[in-house]
């Protein structure tokens, strides 16, 4: 299929991306940072262009639903979220530092889509569980809070690298300069995780939803259903610990980092490890 070419090039471009963003951060050209992030921009459009054109391919096979059904379109929508709420914060914070620790992600993933043994890039009809407008609200809000969560952890390595600097008493400079102050990475920790939770909130209660729809039953304690109950305790944590304990800083960065291994077990434990209604197939 043709989208599966355009994805597997994708996989490339964006692996092209991170390196010149890490080189970017590396040498504190602003050449090399315009060329990345033009070079993003080029690769989410294309990005967006495949998705589009399964979904067309879809209803060429007589199928025709939305690319969002099994681990391998869940994994390259995933990266595409990741890539468009990336270049949206670089648009809005006139920023690329963070893209080094943000396009690896979106890397990560669709090179997994298309590399790992076992995810198949078949297009396959839906179950009938499936066959229902709440797969849409569910997932992409999922995934929407997914991709900033990533972002989140992102910013919060970079909190932590900054950190450590600072204790070390070493000075900033070099690469040290081009990041953001502790109280600015601490900041858009928190607003990444705003962003994040209330799209999780919204993506549990449509899942809660679409089970009572699919299977009669609002929860039914799935291995899915708990872990993301799980994973929304922590950032519900997160919030709680920052407004009523005053958490700031290396606390909520780790906390952040911490939930987003949450949303990864969720992610691919529950599906791996884990068998229940939601294991992909």
């Known amino acids: 299929m043709i989208s599966t070419k355009m994805i597997s090039s994708v ?34 459009l294309i990005h967006t262009a495949a998705i589009l054109l399964r979904w067309v391919e879809s209803y060429q096979l007589g199928i025709g639903h939305a690319p969002l059904s099994n681990m391998y379109e869940s994994l390259v929508f995933f990266s595409w979220c990741i890539a468009l709420l990336y270049l949206l914060w670089e648009w809005r914070l006139k920023s690329r530092v963070i893209g080094p620790f943000a396009i690896p992600f ?6 997994y889509a298309s590399l790992a ?103 039914s304690w799935d291995p899915k259903e708990t872990w993301s109950l799980i ?10 610990a920052r407004f009523t304990r005053e958490w700031r800083g290396k606390r909520t960065a780790i906390l952040s980092i911490v939930g987003f291994i949450a949303v990864i077990f969720t992610y691919f434990g529950v599906n791996y490890v884990l068998s229940g209604l939601h294991s992909y197939a």
Request: proline share 3%; hydrophobic share 55%.
């Open 231 to 240: 994973t929304w305790f922590v950032y519900a944590i997160f919030f709680h």
């Open 117 to 219: 043994p076992g995810v198949s890039d078949r297009i396959d009809p839906l179950i009938p569980a499936l066959q229902s407008n709440w797969l849409h609200a569910h997932v992409i809000t999922c995934f929407l809070s997914y991709a900033s969560f990533a972002l989140s952890c992102g910013v919060s390595i970079m909190y932590l690298m900054k950190l450590r600097q600072k204790e070390k008493g070493e000075k900033e400079s070099g690469v040290w300069a081009l990041f953001p102050s502790l109280d600015s990475l601490d900041a858009l920790v928190y607003k990444t995780i705003v962003v994040g939770f209330p799209l999780l909130t919204i993506g549990v209660v449509t899942g809660a939803a679409w089970a009572n729809y699919a299977w009669g039953s609002y929860w």
């Open 11 to 44: 996989t490339f471009l964006y692996l092209f991306c991170t390196v010149l963003y890490f080189n970017y951060l590396a040498f504190r050209s602003a050449r090399l940072g315009k060329i990345a992030t033009g070079i993003a921009w080029l690769t989410l």
């Open 106 to 111: 979106a890397f990560l993933f669709i090179a």
